[in-house]
């Protein structure tokens, strides 16, 4: 009975930016680890970055200066700032969420995934 809905992908030009969203939502007793991961055709999935419930994030090297992460517990949600985008950011973005539901079960989600195209 838990969901998680991705939002904010789209198209954007070199140098630009853009914030994508996850909010989970349901019987969600506390989030732990949210996190995003991006899987381009031909390529395997990798994380992108991800951070704790303290809030200590960890990224990857590839988008570390450029990318933030952050989160609110209180909505479950879960962000990931992105500038300074590069053609080879071009993914689909997937949400990772580990949680703990109301009946005391640790379980992980995966979003839907949200396209992200950056242009030359």
């Known amino acids: 009975q838990v969901q998680l809905v991705e939002s904010g992908g789209g198209l954007v030009q070199a140098g630009g930016s853009l914030r994508l969203s996850c909010a989970a939502s349901?019987?969600?007793?506390?989030?732990?680890?949210m996190g995003w991961y991006r899987q381009a055709p031909g390529k395997q999935r990798e994380l992108v970055a991800d951070i704790t419930s303290g809030g200590n994030a960890n990224y990857a090297d590839s988008v570390k200066g450029r990318f933030t992460v952050s989160r609110d517990s209180g909505k479950n949600t879960v962000y990931l700032q992105m500038t300074s985008l590069k053609p080879e950011d071009t993914a689909v973005y997937y949400c990772?969420?580990?949680?703990?539901?109301?009946?005391?079960?640790?379980?992980?989600?995966w979003g839907q995934g949200t396209q992200v195209t950056v242009s030359l």
């Open positions: 349901g019987s969600i007793l506390r989030t732990n680890v």
């Open positions: 990772n969420v580990h949680l703990l539901t109301t009946t005391l079960i640790a379980r992980m989600y």
